[in-house]
């Protein structure tokens, strides 16, 4: 039989049967609109109705992107009167063709994917989204892994996004076929890996990824996806002993017990609503498993635990509990935790300990990991976790620190206090703590210090290593939000300055949210790449988690005002951030422009930094965010103005990125800034004598060039000769950067040798030494801190990816040039150059030897969107690109 890589689409109308036997005349008309929707589009994408059956049908197509299309063009049509609810799924395989029919896996799994889907909806294979991922017209979500019948490797399924389709929810989610793996008694390597590896919040990590959630271990399946948390209800516990002054420890134990538990595993009931429950009927207290059974009927809970406090008259306490599993029926054997009535938190956590241990079969010696050394430690380094999965990061760092210092040794509490610290934007503590956590790994599990060697290399500027660790480690244990969300973190911050797409980044955010929707660093991410898109429907399925006190609600209300809201929505917001916070502003500022790239909407943000408010501090950051907002818009006339505001408080800085500005506009528009004007400022920068080191009056934005005036001095001058016809003036630089760094720290002799190496390299190309730039590029190995990289185009290395791009069109190896071109109109936190950057990627495109139209037209029209303001002469390139994108919409046509 002849075989080919064919799309398969399976489409099929829902409810059809039942309807047949209550209007067949219904019926048929629903289904005979259906088979004409479809019998259209596929001929207009260019597909085939391999065959009908009965209220379905089977499609094929030599694209992907077609066969895409065609499922939401179908959807699209079939909303309209009379509408018909249909599920379509698509995959992507080999299949056999004879005269009966089509076969393999590659039908199989589509139609197990139809299967799932939703009337509205068109699900697609990870083979189906991969293909789609870079079409602009072309949205999709991922939603979970799920294991389909007959199919013998789970599979990843995306819902298309694009509007007027429907997503399948949480509800329809959970029905889904849950992804299995054997854990047998002989070998528990990966279930002591869960809570070695699962740091992310203590014992829920630990359980969630052992366990499926009903608690079985040993030869039973397991499922890893999705991780939900178990319900339980703890019964208030009976007291033995003498009467007297530790009556109360049956009810305090009970109650700190299911306080512990809460933030574990397990979500407790309400106490009065379990007492409630136990009465039966006629008004008779159900005891024993009866009134388990009825507790866990009405709770709906997985897990009922009861027992017993008693205390001896030497003061010696024993507690024991039995859980109940109404699932299998099975009551447990006693657990026992001893202790003394001076410590009776003790008693507690190591109750709490056990039966996290018991029911996801943890070695308990990994859990020594996430135990720290008292009770209140204890409740404090849960206490942060919860705050941490929130995305309350500055609550979370304040447990955080209550918990390493009452147990200063605990590693784990100074490994997540350094994470909370991070997205507090409190870098040097986040540092600091990650030394703490390195300097008393050696009482870690192996996993747990390879987990925490990934997170150090990460914030030591050593992306390579970090991403290296962490595919290590997803290779072992792919559902570990712990290591999805560092996965993605590397990929996010740092792919741009290593010619990779930021967007990768987003899989393993999604991934972490389909199993904890509440997990914040991963919704802010897929929130910012969702407007980016202007993906609507994500974005609103995320932005309702954001934390409505917290220091991102405005920004991203903001976000979602200029995305996707009206003249009046953005005007409410404004109105509202004219009175938040400074911190607010910039934030909702910054969102817009590296988020949405909608530069006018971040421009009116950025003006009320100017309105008097408080101190003076966010004035200059305000004109500073101008000058770089009119230089990203073409306006160079502004962002001159703005410049020179600037330098009343930060001259230095102003002096940088005016030269900085126009170096890049030679390459841009070369008649825009002329040799002559280059070789004047050469000679203002020579007379520029900067502070050795100052005091910025705003950190985050002006800090990370305070310590590196003299070197950038240095490094502008030597671009500045290599571009005018200099390349010995631009060496005798190159060797001042290397020698100035030799007499600093290690950290600055790092940026000296990346800067050197950038002069040595924009000089060879200004040559014509095209291998000799591209060499010099390819070796530097120079990571800036990630904090740096959104917040200067210098640390970004703006300079040298632009320059990467423009030596591999002329070495003509266009599809490389594109990707480095797409770190600066894409890439996480880029604005500055996307216009350029556009451009140049619309250029590429029209003139590949198979010209991608649609991707240079989108390019094009972006371009012209970011620059249509620009000034007078610099209009000319817009224009360009105004005719160039006529023609090609026009010949398409």
């Known amino acids: 039989m002849p075989r080919q890589l064919t799309a398969i689409m399976f489409a099929d109308m829902v409810g059809y049967t039942a309807l047949m036997q209550e209007d067949e005349r219904k019926a048929k008309l629903l289904r005979d609109r259906q088979r004409e929707v479809l019998e259209a589009r596929v001929a207009e994408f260019d597909g085939e109705i391999i065959q009908y059956y009965g209220d379905g049908a089977l499609c094929g197509f030599q694209s992907a992107i077609q066969a895409v299309e065609c499922g939401i063009a179908v959807q699209i049509d079939l909303r309209e009167e009379p509408p018909v609810p249909v599920r379509i799924g698509i995959h992507l395989g080999d299949v056999a063709f004879d005269k009966t029919g089509v076969y393999g896996d590659g039908v199989n799994i589509a139609s197990r994917i139809e299967s799932l889907s939703v009337p509205g909806a068109v699900l697609v294979s990870g083979k189906i989204a991969d293909e789609v991922k870079n079409q602009p017209g072309i949205s999709t979500e991922f939603l979970a892994e799920a294991s389909l019948k007959n199919v013998k490797e789970p599979q990843r399924v995306y819902a298309t996004t694009n509007d007027g389709l429907v997503v399948p929810g949480p509800r329809e989610l959970k029905e889904w076929p849950k992804v299995r793996r054997k854990v047998g008694t002989g070998d528990r390597s990966w279930v002591r890996w869960a809570a070695g590896a699962v740091v992310i919040a203590g014992l829920v990590g630990a359980y969630a990824l052992a366990t499926d959630g009903s608690g079985r271990t040993g030869t039973d399946e397991v499922t890893s996806t999705p991780l939900t948390r178990e319900s339980i209800a703890v019964l208030p516990f009976d007291y033995i002993g003498l009467p007297g002054e530790n009556d109360y420890l049956g009810a305090f134990v009970a109650t700190e017990l299911s306080s512990a538990l809460s933030f ?527 917040a200067s185009p210098f640390f970004s290395r703006a300079l040298d990816r632009w320059l990467m791009g423009e030596v591999l069109v002329e070495l003509d190896r266009p599809e490389e040039a594109l990707a480095w071109y797409n770190t600066l109109s894409d890439g996480w936190g880029e604005f500055l150059f996307a216009a350029p950057a556009h451009l140049r990627q619309a250029q590429i495109y029209e003139n590949l030897p198979e010209p991608h139209t649609a991707q240079a037209i989108a390019h094009y029209d972006e371009f012209i969107r970011l620059w249509e303001n620009a000034d007078d002469d610099l209009l000319y390139l817009v224009e360009e690109a105004r005719n160039a994108r006529d023609a090609l919409a026009g010949g398409r046509n």
Do not use: C
């Not at 109750?351 to 996801?360: D, V």
């Not at 007499?743 to 190496?757: C, V």
């Open 264 to 790: 574990g595993p397990f979500l407790p009931v309400e106490t009065s609503s379990i007492q409630r429950w136990m009465e039966g009927p006629e008004g008779r207290a159900l005891a024993g498993r009866a009134g388990w059974e009825r507790i866990a009927l009405e709770a709906d809970v997985g897990l009922v635990v009861s027992g017993s406090v008693t205390v001896e008259p030497n003061g010696d306490l024993s507690a024991a509990v039995r859980y109940f599993d109404p699932e299998t029926g099975v009551t447990s054997e006693p657990i026992i935790q001893p202790g003394n009535v001076n410590e009776p938190g003790e008693v507690v956590i190591g109750l709490a300990i056990q039966i996290s241990e018991e029911r996801s079969g943890v070695d308990p010696s990994f859990l020594n990991d996430i135990r720290p050394s008292s009770f209140e430690a204890f409740q404090a380094f849960q206490a942060g976790n919860f705050e941490f999965r929130a995305g309350n990061y500055a609550e979370a760092a304040r447990y955080f620190e209550e918990a390493t210092g009452i147990d200063t040794s605990h590693a784990l509490g100074h490994y997540r206090l350094s994470q909370a610290a991070l997205w507090d934007w409190q870098w040097q503590k986040a540092r600091d703590a990650v030394d703490e956590a390195w300097r008393f790994s050696s009482q870690l599990s192996d996993e747990h210090r390879e987990l925490l060697q990934a997170w150090r290399d990460f914030l030591k500027d050593d992306p390579n290593s970090a991403e290296n660790l962490y595919r290590h480690l997803y290779d072992e244990y792919p559902d570990s939000q712990e290591v999805l969300t560092g996965l993605g973190s590397v990929l996010a911050y740092y792919n741009s300055l290593r010619g990779r797409r930021s967007q990768e980044a987003v899989f393993y955010f999604e991934k972490v949210l389909a199993a904890d929707p509440d997990y914040g660093e991963a919704r802010y991410h897929v929130l910012d790449y969702a407007a980016r898109e202007r993906n609507e429907s994500q974005f609103n399925r995320w932005v309702g988690g954001v934390n409505p006190n917290g220091p991102q609600a405005l920004p991203f209300q903001a976000v979602e005002a200029f995305a996707f809201g009206t003249a009046g929505d953005q005007e409410e917001v404004l109105r509202r951030l004219a009175t938040a916070e400074t911190d607010h502003v910039v934030f909702a500022a910054g969102r817009v422009a590296t988020g949405l790239h909608q530069l006018p909407g971040s421009e009116r943000i950025g003006r009320l930094l100017l309105s008097p408010r408080g101190s003076n501090d966010h004035v200059p950051a305000g004109y500073a965010l101008l000058a770089a907002l009119g230089f990203a818009q073409g306006k160079w006339e502004e962002a001159e103005l703005s410049l020179v505001r600037t330098a009343e408080f930060e001259e230095d800085w102003a002096s940088e990125m005016r030269a900085l500005f126009s170096f890049f506009l030679s390459d841009v528009a070369p008649g825009h800034i002329s040799t002559d004007e280059l070789l004047g400022l050469s000679d203002s920068i020579r007379a520029w004598q900067p502070e050795p080191s100052s005091v910025p009056s705003n950190a985050t934005l002006f800090g990370p060039h305070a310590l590196s005036h003299q070197e950038f001095r240095l490094y502008l001058l030597g671009l500045i000769s290599g571009k005018t016809g200099d390349p010995e003036a631009a060496s005798a630089y190159s060797d001042s950067l290397r020698a100035f760094g030799q007499r600093r720290t290690a950290e600055t002799r790092a940026l000296t040798a990346w800067l050197a190496q950038s002069v040595d390299a924009h000089a060879a190309y200004s040559t014509g030494d095209l291998t000799g730039a591209e060499g010099g590029l390819r070796s530097i190995n120079y990571f800036p801190r990630f904090e740096f990289i959104s």
